[in-house]
């Protein structure tokens, strides 16, 4: 039942997605000729007799739903059409695309992998976690300014890489770096947050007394930690391919993400479908892969109930560091408030940082700390409710973990920018349109962690036992599921808010989001983009600003949990747990 609850739903989004996306000329209220006829030739006079030739010749006359049906029909015979503009084969051009991006990926993922390792081991050999203020401020280092930067010091200043073009090996590596960092410190978080509880079993004391090496015990406790992180990793792999638009374009790399930007921005209606298809093909069979491997690692204790799950240790962080992040960020953003966001001296432009302005100033010689306090409210107010919603949507649908399967693998496959630019052909761009793109399919890694925690949780041995001592389903539901599932979900969440301002900024950067002159965090990374050589203060300050939210986030919420765990409350429940543990135990 729940795989055909899962099929359904899948099927139903694929066909919603691609109807939205065979729908966009009309969505946006522009005539899909005019641009056709711009995009073939810039030159010629968009009279009514050119258009009409272009309706004719594109079949736009019959109307949309018998486009649709005319490109799925052809799609049962594996021909994508041709492109409106180039007149070109779409399946060549897609399969070049999806080539270059499944290279690109595997090198990001390699980067990303290297680095939760690093991320992993200092926890491995202690013991204990941290805090994890600096795996969630890599993983909030903006992509596109990441690239950037890199191109500027590796490519131009030193001459070490190339910075465009996709020729060889060497052309992946500078792209590779910047998309895999952030995802490496997303996943090195992720793994580092889970180990201390497993490392705290008894297991790990008998093997240690019964002298088992540390390196099996280290990949004995990975083993017990990745099964419900398995579906993050898969999602990572597939934003890794479909969401690099960004640095697909700084680098002008002719990724598959790069090839669908470009089509959407031209109304090349064929490429674009073929380019969406392929994303949501990459992603579907990604996320069944991802559940195969869980599946194969859980082995038969899925079935037969005989999972134990690890006790609750949450991280402690000292006060200091939320305190010191919290300060810097505050500050800042207080400073900022008391000056004029929109005030332009030309006789300051580029100013370096001084007195009069902190931060130094911009393109127009506008106050760079001024658009910054200003633009908090924007970026991390609308970050914060797309993310508090993508929690309580992802707690929902872990319960309903076949429909959230299928909808979650659709979700999934679409970047960001392509549900952007769907969302504002319907509503226009602006910071709205940005926060319902974004909260549209952030909420999938939510989903897949919180259903995978209640299937582990519904599957162990205590659970068995409180309902052999005939405790009611809401019983257990309360005081057994949810607190085993809402904890770690919303330590996930609370790590994915700046990756949320981040999407947000990247919606903002590539002109989807919030509109000039509104001081969004977004926009001033790309004002800043062309002159970051000349005065990378103005980069760097967002930059800055969104490392220090990462950090915040993750050590107030390991601090706050932390004296919970403290409280009386922390030790009802640690002697809860301990009792509910023996007894599955004795009924085992």
């Keep these: 039942m729940r795989r055909f609850a899962a099929g359904a739903t899948r099927a139903v989004c694929l066909l919603a997605v691609l109807a939205a996306v065979g ?5 946006s209220g522009r005539d899909p000729a005019l641009t056709v006829l711009r995009a073939r030739s810039a030159e010629q006079e968009p009279t009514e007799e050119a258009l009409s030739a272009v309706r004719r010749d594109l079949g736009l006359d019959a109307g949309p739903l018998s486009l649709l049906g005319d490109w799925a029909a052809g799609l049962v015979r594996g021909d994508l059409g041709t492109s409106w503009v180039s007149g070109t084969e779409i399946l060549p051009s897609v399969l070049s695309g999806l080539q270059v991006s499944l290279g690109l990926m595997a090198a990001a993922l390699t980067v990303a992998v290297l680095l939760a390792v690093a991320l992993v081991a200092p926890v491995l050999v202690r013991g204990r976690g941290s805090a994890g203020a600096f795996a969630a401020m890599a993983a909030a280092v903006p992509e596109f300014l990441l690239a950037t930067v890199a191109l500027l010091v590796c490519g131009v200043w030193l001459g070490w890489l190339p910075t465009s073009g996709w020729q060889g090996p060497e052309y992946m590596v500078l792209p590779a770096l910047a998309l895999g960092v952030p995802a490496g410190g997303l996943l090195g978080r992720l793994v580092a947050d889970a180990l201390p509880a497993v490392l705290d079993e008894r297991w790990v004391e008998l093997w240690r007394g019964a002298g088992v090496s540390r390196a099996r015990i280290a990949a004995a406790a990975l083993r017990r930690v990745v099964p419900p992180l398995v579906p993050q990793f898969g999602m990572v792999a597939v ?27 031209s109304q090349d209606l064929p490429l674009l479908q073929g380019s969406v298809l392929a994303l949501l093909a990459l992603g579907l069979v990604t996320g069944a892969l991802a559940a195969l491997v869980r599946r194969r690692l859980l082995g038969p204790a899925l079935r037969d109930a005989g999972l134990a799950l690890p006790p609750p240790r949450p991280v402690r962080a000292h006060p200091a560091i939320p305190v010191a992040l919290a300060a810097v960020l505050l500050t800042a953003i207080g400073w900022g408030l008391l000056r004029d966001p929109y005030a332009v001296d030309t006789t300051a432009r580029l100013a370096s940082p001084s007195w009069a302005y902190p931060l130094g100033t911009d393109g127009l010689g506008r106050d760079v700390l001024a658009r910054l306090g200003h633009g908090a409210a924007a970026t991390v107010g609308t970050a914060a409710a797309v993310c508090l919603l993508s929690l309580l949507t992802g707690l929902a649908l872990g319960f309903l973990p076949g429909v959230a399967a299928g909808a979650a693998d659709i979700a999934n496959a679409l970047p960001p920018v392509i549900v952007g630019i769907l969302v504002a052909a319907a509503a226009g761009p602006g910071t709205g349109g940005a926060a319902l793109a974004v909260a549209l399919i952030s909420w999938p890694p939510l989903a897949a962690h919180a259903a995978a925690l209640v299937q582990e949780v519904r599957a162990s041995a205590f659970l068995t036992a409180q309902r052999a001592i005939g405790a009611s389903p809401l019983w257990i539901l309360t005081r057994h599921v949810l607190p085993s599932v809402a904890a770690p979900v ?18 903002g950067f590539l002109g989807l989001g919030a509109q000039p002159p509104a001081p969004e965090w977004g926009l001033l990374l790309d004002e800043s983009r062309a002159y970051i050589e000349r005065a990378p203060w103005a980069a760097l300050a967002p930059a800055v600003a969104l490392a220090l939210l990462a950090g915040l986030a993750v050590s107030g919420a390991a601090y706050a949990q932390g004296r919970a765990a403290k409280g009386p409350s922390g030790r009802t429940v640690r002697k809860e747990t301990a009792r509910v543990a023996r007894g599955a135990a004795v009924g085992a």
């Design 23 to 27: 729908l966009l000329p009309w969505l």
């Design 239 to 265: 934003g890794l391919t479909g969401g690099a638009v960004a640095v697909e374009s700084v680098f002008a790399v002719p990724g598959i993400g790069r090839t669908a930007l470009g089509a959407a921005k």
């Design 490 to 507: 919303a330590r996930h969440a609370l790590l994915r808010l700046p990756g949320i301002a981040l999407a947000l900024a990247s919606l």
